[in-house]
């Protein structure tokens, strides 16, 4: 899928970025409700909420195991007192996650919305992954981070 499924919303994935493509697939329920031509702004708070949903099940993987920023979210968007908006939001965005993408482990590290002249939209995302290190008479550092489409601003 290159581009967004949601009604008419000309926003779509680097070519070749697969990350930003799972992005725009746990996104299309929001990206659904929104006008066909949203302002940037809009459309890039749309998307950060999807990414940090993202981001959140990525770190509880296996890869990662850090379960505590799902948790977190979890509790705060799923309690009782919290905006029904907010649940169904979460609500949809991570029945997606979990549909689709699992168990991916890459991290959203830094992503962009940007426009184009014909007024399309581009979602490019950076991803990290961690990579474990295996048990060998030299082992590799524990950890070492991947990283795609390093044509974005350095992080930081």
Excluded at 11 to 32: F, K, N, S, T, Y
Excluded at 109 to 135: F, H, I, K, M, Q
């Amino acid at each position: 899928m290159n581009q967004s499924e949601a009604a008419d919303i000309p926003v779509r994935a680097l070519d070749g970025d697969p990350l930003a493509e799972a992005v725009l697939q746990i996104a299309d329920p929001l990206l659904a409700v929104l006008p066909s031509l949203p302002e940037q702004e809009v459309l890039t708070e749309v998307l950060s909420f999807a990414v940090d949903v993202w981001n959140a099940h990525a770190l509880a993987t296996s890869a990662w195991q850090e379960p505590g920023q799902l948790a977190g979210m979890e509790r705060a968007a799923l309690a009782p007192g919290s905006l029904p908006l907010l649940r169904g939001m979460y609500s949809a965005v991570a029945k997606r996650v979990r549909a689709l993408h699992a168990r991916d482990p890459r991290v959203v590290a830094a992503w962009a919305v940007r426009r184009a002249p014909d007024g399309s939209y581009t979602l490019e995302c950076e991803a990290r992954v961690r990579v474990l290190a295996r048990a060998s008479s030299h082992p590799p550092p524990a950890t070492e981070d991947e990283r795609h489409r390093s044509s974005l601003p350095p992080m930081g």
